[in-house]
């Protein structure tokens, strides 16, 4: 079961919407500390108001397999129930996700979702058999995700919660979040603040994100929790994207987990990266190109001789770029990598927005 299960019995779940809907008066949800009237309706940095900006959701196969189900094998595997959020608190200029967190680029966001509508898509992934819910950038939208779960949660949503978040968090706000969310999977992205800020615009990304991380593993500690058919219940997972050029620093971020954390954490290291978004050979020349065998190997090299035994390493593969390109113009099925999990008419498995 769940733990939001228990807050909600508690009415503990109740207190945490309250105090997380308050800091919308003053927003202080990420490091940015913007300050504004968020339930008034003014924006700042993440271009973020009072209602939540979904994008899409949908069952989504292309998660760690613990988390879409796809080692269960077609007609097993029902995928991740993720809802993407629209808008960002980053501004990577390779995001594969441009068209939805960046304003003014690709589709266009609503003016935002009504929280019981929001509810109610969560119980639909649930009816369509997804192993949990996945939100995905839920950083700047965090106090209207909850009161949506407390909605769906009076409403029988029983799927543990997943937080997907480029860990640009703030750890006072993850507080609030212990035994809401049982599942985190940050992404770990920079080791670096230079990079940070010339590759995603955002300062004191490594001091803000390692104790954002560090916050996760206080709550759910080493041990990721698996039912009887392999998939996650209650942990931390820690995606590493090899960025080329060594941009991402994975070697002093893998040392930092190491040392500060637990060389039983659960890592994902990702090997997908292609130029995208803002990315030329002009602009930014040492981001547009794929990684090398070389670098992979090296990565790979560092798990080994730190320790790491828990978790994935994506393969690295020519075709990947396109089977892990999203594409928002179609929100009902961005990603691939569905097609390989749908059934034998190719009907998707619910529709989404």
């Not at 503990?12 to 339930?39: F, G, I, K, M, T």
């Amino acid at each position: 079961m769940p733990s939001y299960v228990k807050l909600l019995e508690s009415g503990d779940l109740r207190r945490r919407v309250s105090e997380l809907d308050d800091r919308l008066q003053n927003c202080a949800l990420c490091p940015w500390q913007c300050h504004v009237n968020r339930r008034a309706g003014e924006t700042k940095t993440c271009q973020g108001g009072y209602l939540p900006q979904v994008s899409s959701w949908a069952p989504h196969f292309g998660e760690e397999p613990a988390l879409s189900g796809s080692h269960l094998g077609k007609g097993q595997a029902k995928g991740a129930g993720n809802v993407f959020l629209g808008r960002c608190n980053m501004r990577c200029v390779y995001c594969q996700n441009w068209q939805i967190s960046q304003p003014g680029r690709g589709r266009e966001q609503s003016p935002g979702m009504e929280f019981d509508r929001l509810a109610s898509i969560l119980l639909e992934l649930q009816a369509a058999g997804c192993h949990n819910i996945g939100f995905v950038s839920p950083t700047h939208f965090v106090p209207q995700i909850v009161r949506s779960v407390e909605q769906a949660a009076s409403a029988g949503l029983r799927l543990p919660l997943v937080y997907n978040t480029n860990a640009y968090d703030d750890p006072g706000v993850l507080r609030l979040l212990a035994d809401v969310f049982d599942i985190y999977l940050p992404d770990l992205r920079y080791s670096e603040d230079a990079v940070a800020l010339e590759y995603s615009r955002v300062p004191g990304y490594v001091e803000h994100s390692r104790a954002a991380v560090a916050e996760m593993y206080r709550q759910v500690g080493d041990d990721l929790v698996t039912d009887e058919r392999g998939l996650v219940q209650r942990g931390l997972i820690v995606r590493l994207l090899i960025l080329p050029n060594g941009l991402g620093g994975l070697r002093e971020t893998l040392e930092w987990i190491r040392e500060t954390l637990s060389p039983r954490v659960t890592l994902s290291v990702m090997s997908q990266y292609y130029p995208s978004g803002k990315v030329t050979g002009d602009r930014f020349p040492l981001l547009a190109r794929r990684i090398q065998p070389s670098e992979y190997d090296k990565v790979a090299g560092w798990l080994d001789s730190f320790g790491f035994e828990n978790g994935w390493i994506q393969p690295l593969e020519e075709q990947a770029a396109e089977y892990y390109r999203p594409d928002f113009a179609d929100p009902n099925q961005p990603f691939a990598d569905a097609r390989d999990f749908t059934d034998e008419s190719g009907n998707p498995l619910i529709e989404s927005h």
